[in-house]
């Protein structure tokens, strides 16, 4: 069984993902809605339970999406920003608080979305926002919960042989690359145990390929030498990049000193939203 691990970055703009399979495409199958049954093989350094049970983290379905809230920045509190989002009722949809409003928690919204009814509370000066999300990550929200939430489903599936992809998009400075550095090195440390659990019957190999989308160019963030690299797509195995190099991995350690590689490697630089350092 080949299971490739890669992740994508698009510096100065809205798209980041990191995705366990080649193929960056939703299967065509249709699923089947697991039943719920309790977890165990938690891998070192976090309980997550094991991905290759059916969990009842979140209901399988081929797309889910999340929000994470950010906290103010060391600008935004030095110029006396006030919070303007707090979380709906149903725990999965936010509220927008208006400027005249009383101040809700201290933080800043990761992606923007414009209101369009009030919750008919004329006191409370919020109005919803149109959308409601599989859940909703504030900023005290402990890192291991959201990646349980978000990984545990998503190896589940690739394990099971579903093409899966972790998008993280959002304005400049909402905090992508911030929260991709956290999934990714989970992601790989939750398959590479897997793979030393598996029996003789099975062979499971990670591989990585990173690479990163500036100003529309593709390059090589392993080997930064291989600039403007083109986008193919196959009718059977879908997309990949043409010339990207991809190095098999078989322990976390492995894993970081490339992925520390690529940071290394990326384009990035200060702007008004955001300065050079993820938050």
Same mark, same amino acid.
């Given at each position: 069984?080949?299971?490739?691990?890669?992740s994508?970055?698009?510096?100065g @703009?809205?798209?980041?993902?990191?995705? %366990?399979?080649?193929? =960056?495409? =939703?299967?065509?199958?249709?699923?089947?809605?697991?039943?719920?049954?309790?977890?165990?093989?938690?891998?070192?350094?976090?309980?997550?339970?094991?991905?290759t049970?059916t969990?009842? /983290? /979140?209901?399988?379905?081929?797309?889910? +999406?999340?929000?994470?809230?950010?906290?103010?920045?060391?600008?935004?509190?030095?110029?006396?920003?006030? $919070? +303007?989002?707090? /979380?709906?009722?149903?725990?999965?949809?936010?509220?927008? *608080?208006? %400027? %005249?409003?009383?101040? $809700? @928690? !201290? #933080?800043?919204?990761?992606a923007? !979305?414009?209101?369009?009814?009030?919750?008919?509370?004329?006191?409370?000066?919020?109005?919803?926002?149109?959308?409601?999300?599989?859940? #909703?990550?504030?900023?005290?929200?402990? /890192?291991?919960?959201?990646?349980?939430?978000?990984?545990?489903?998503?190896?589940?599936?690739?394990?099971?042989?579903?093409?899966?992809?972790?998008? +993280?998009?959002?304005?400049?400075?909402?905090? *992508?690359?911030?929260?991709?550095?956290?999934?990714?090195?989970?992601?790989?440390?939750?398959?590479?145990?897997?793979?030393?659990?598996?029996?003789?019957?099975?062979?499971?190999?990670?591989s990585?390929?990173?690479?990163?989308?500036?100003?529309?160019? #593709?390059?090589?963030?392993?080997?930064?030498?291989?600039?403007?690299?083109?986008?193919?797509?196959?009718?059977?195995?879908?997309?990949?990049?043409? $010339?990207?190099?991809?190095?098999?991995?078989? @322990?976390?350690? !492995?894993?970081?000193? =490339?992925?520390?590689?690529?940071m290394? %490697?990326?384009?990035?630089?200060?702007?008004?939203?955001k300065?050079k350092? !993820?938050?």
């Amino acid at each position: 069984m080949m299971l490739p691990t890669r992740s994508i970055q698009r510096g100065g @703009s809205a798209l980041s993902t990191a995705s %366990s399979p080649r193929v =960056l495409q =939703l299967p065509q199958q249709q699923r089947q809605t697991p039943t719920p049954q309790t977890t165990q093989h938690a891998p070192a350094g976090l309980a997550m339970g094991d991905p290759t049970a059916t969990t009842s /983290v /979140v209901e399988s379905r081929p797309i889910r +999406c999340f929000v994470r809230v950010r906290p103010f920045t060391q600008a935004e509190q030095a110029r006396g920003g006030e $919070g +303007c989002i707090s /979380v709906g009722d149903d725990g999965k949809s936010l509220r927008l *608080k208006t %400027s %005249s409003g009383t101040p $809700g @928690s !201290a #933080v800043s919204p990761t992606a923007v !979305a414009s209101p369009t009814s009030s919750t008919g509370n004329n006191n409370s000066n919020t109005v919803d926002m149109p959308c409601t999300f599989d859940e #909703v990550f504030l900023p005290d929200t402990d /890192v291991n919960t959201i990646c349980k939430t978000i990984l545990v489903p998503t190896t589940r599936d690739v394990m099971q042989g579903y093409r899966n992809a972790i998008v +993280c998009y959002g304005q400049t400075g909402g905090g *992508k690359t911030f929260t991709l550095r956290q999934l990714a090195p989970t992601l790989a440390r939750m398959l590479l145990t897997i793979g030393r659990r598996e029996d003789d019957t099975h062979e499971l190999t990670v591989s990585v390929e990173i690479i990163e989308i500036y100003l529309e160019q #593709v390059t090589d963030l392993l080997d930064p030498t291989r600039k403007n690299l083109q986008v193919r797509e196959f009718p059977d195995t879908g997309v990949f990049v043409k $010339g990207a190099s991809e190095e098999t991995v078989s @322990s976390i350690g !492995a894993f970081e000193a =490339l992925w520390g590689r690529a940071m290394n %490697s990326r384009q990035c630089g200060a702007t008004a939203l955001k300065d050079k350092r !993820a938050f």
